[in-house]
């Protein structure tokens, strides 16, 4: 219920005064996990994002049944017996970009920024930060990242039997386009 509070809270700030606010539907999160014996990556291009350009505001949300893997058993093993997505069906993201005076949204560039907040999966919540750029091109906005987190910091337990297949630190990629709210 926290969590869906939380977007109601944040879509209402975002319906007023709306001329500085950004929005996705079709983000990019992926992961990586390399190990001697095997790698694993997941995409996921269902990501909603807000973004408010006015205080440096975040939001991001995924679904995590969204997660797509190229062997269809690791799928099924992410999501019903790691992520339990029928019990934690979203992650999210709530932070603030930390130097958001640096960016100039008016102007054509490239901008590298910093970005802090909470990270919640599984109903576990852990602060991060990260860097990232954002791209501003045409009154459009490409932010991307990458960061690392620990899946059992997020009380992800992973079997013995394939714990050496998995590794111990996760490569989070995040990839946003961002789009002036109400265009489609």
Wanted: hydrophobic share 40%; net charge positive; aromatic share 12%.
């Amino acid at each position: 219920m926290r969590i869906s509070s939380l977007l109601i809270y944040f879509f209402s700030l975002f319906f007023t005064a709306n001329a500085q606010k950004y929005m996705t539907k079709e983000g990019y999160i992926g992961f990586f996990s390399h190990t001697p014996l095997e790698d694993i990556k997941a995409d996921n291009n269902q990501v909603a994002g807000l973004l408010d350009t006015s205080t440096g505001e975040i939001v991001l949300q995924v679904l995590i049944k969204s997660f797509r893997f190229k062997k269809a058993l690791m799928q099924e093993h992410f999501n019903e017996s790691y992520l339990e997505s029928d019990k934690y069906p979203r992650s999210i993201f709530t932070g603030k970009i930390t130097d958001i005076k640096s960016i100039d949204f008016s102007k054509n560039g490239t901008y590298e920024v910093n970005v802090e907040g909470e990270l919640t999966i599984r109903e576990v919540t852990k602060k991060i930060s990260a860097k990232g750029t954002f791209e501003i091109n045409g009154g459009k906005i490409k932010a991307s990242s990458k960061f690392n987190i620990a899946p059992e910091d997020y009380n992800i337990r992973i079997p013995a039997v394939v714990r050496n297949n998995i590794a111990r630190i996760i490569e989070v990629t995040v990839l946003i386009n961002y789009l002036p709210f109400g265009e489609k």
